[in-house]
């Protein structure tokens, strides 16, 4: 056998398993850079992913910022229509306490002026009575003088006052009881 052939087919074999290498090595880098890709691919799937939830997470806490506030204005709108109805019942309340204290008030004055006025016309009944008990005493007075006089007509100075008590002292002897006239007041109307 010659060299020739044998060392043609080594070549060959090697130029085969070069050309193999070569291929293999081609076909690595593709998978390597198709490996690349897709993990580049997937990496900026994830990355979408991921915006897309931040921007949703986002979204939603917008939604509920919203409708917090949203909330909270109808709550504070609420407390502010509340407040304005307590402080106006308040004030109505308030109304109705000072128009029952002048009311009182009126009826108070018109208690007093009505009491007056009574205790005025118990005076005048008073002063009226005074005046003829006083006039009834010193008639009975007279009339008993006089009955003395006739009795015994010289005893009768002894028994008499020098000075009469005038109308407005008291007329009533000491001990003796009175019947003191009953006042009713007049209607007024």
């Keep these: ?104 008030a009126r009826q108070v004055l018109r208690d007093g002026e009505q009491l007056s006025g009574n205790l005025r016309e118990l005076s005048d009944s008073l002063r009226v009575n005074a005046e003829r008990l006083l006039r009834d005493v010193r008639d009975a007075h007279a009339e008993l003088s006089a009955r003395l006089d006739r009795v015994d007509p010289g005893g009768s100075e002894r028994l008499r006052p020098s000075n009469p008590p005038p109308l407005a002292t008291n007329p009533h002897p000491r001990g003796a009881e009175l019947d003191v006239p009953e006042f009713k007041p007049r209607r007024r109307r």
């Design 1 to 104: 056998m010659s060299e020739q052939p044998f060392s043609s087919t080594v070549k060959a074999t090697a130029l085969q398993v070069a050309q193999i290498v070569e291929a293999a090595e081609r076909a690595a880098e593709e998978l390597r850079t198709a490996a690349e890709t897709r993990a580049a691919e997937r990496i900026a799937e994830a990355e979408r992913a991921a915006e897309l939830r931040v921007q949703a997470a986002d979204d939603e806490a917008e939604e509920v910022r919203a409708a917090a506030q949203s909330d909270a204005e109808e709550v504070r709108a609420r407390a502010v229509a509340q407040a304005q109805f307590e402080h106006e019942r308040a004030q109505d309340r308030a109304r109705e306490v000072v128009n029952e204290a002048r009311a009182a």
